[in-house]
């Protein structure tokens, strides 16, 4: 860009007096044409226009403005994919869809421009999932750390949902019904079904009946030798092992009859060391997944598919 400020031209917009000359060789008053105003003015009424256009023949219409609207339109087809389409759109067109987005023809023409992304490297996967949990673990909810206690809201809206159930305009659907045998087979394989990973920390516990559970299985194990008069006891003594290059110790659940009890729920590396370095003049039995289906189906069936509810935080 050359200056001008000593010689006299005009501004080819404005044809006020030139000050810079660009590379392309046209002159104006400004460093750059979108700085000069009458430049400005002329832009700013084309945009009026443009939007006037849009208003009477719609979005549709927005980047070829001569086309007629109507023209384009077949009722009752699908303007994206072809088939069979029972909604118009705001822009006048058919889709099979209520939302466009969800016609199969975008959906496809969406994964593979996103396709094209990411094989083309303009999209780390990786990166956007990490960015995505970040957020979610970041976003907190309303009412996360309030209760009754401290906020008017929870109490109002708790005091509203009592005084329904208590009056039966609200009735819980579990009400009234009990769980066939198929259901709780079911409901007991879910429960010992083992998902890799799981963290342990979400596991229930508490107190029942003066014995310490430390999980739901724990739970029912002790529902069921109270209940059928069988004598057991906590176990306190801890026994070392060898696993991993390292010793560690661990200490069995229960004691039945000079038996040491373990409850696990699936074999590991952990469990077989454990089972290996265990003392030999000592016996220890350990309760896989099936052999805990009949305590865990013994404590739905006498106290319910919630029987954890039972635990509490202080001993009896």
Known sequence: MTDLTQETHLCIYCNQPAKYQFKNGKLCCSTNQSKCPAKKQNTKNKLKERWKEVKTAGYSQLKNPTNNLKENIIPNVCAYCGGHAEFQLKSGKWCCEPVNQRCPAIKEKNRQAIKKLYDTGKLDQQEILKNRSKE????QGWSKGL???????????????????KSGELIHAWVGKKHTIEEIDKIVKGMTHF???????????GWYKGYWCDSSWELAFIMYNLDHGIEFERNTQGFNYWCNENYRRFYPDFIVDDEYIEIKGYANETTEAKIKWFPKDLTLKVLYRKDMEPYLKYAIETYGIDFWRLLTDKAD
């Open 195 to 205: 998902r890799p990973g799981k963290n342990l920390k979400g596991f229930k516990h």
């Open 136 to 139: 979610s673990f970041e976003r």
């Open 147 to 165: 209760s009754k206690h401290t906020d008017e809201r929870i109490k109002e809206r708790g005091n509203k949902l009592h005084k329904q159930y």
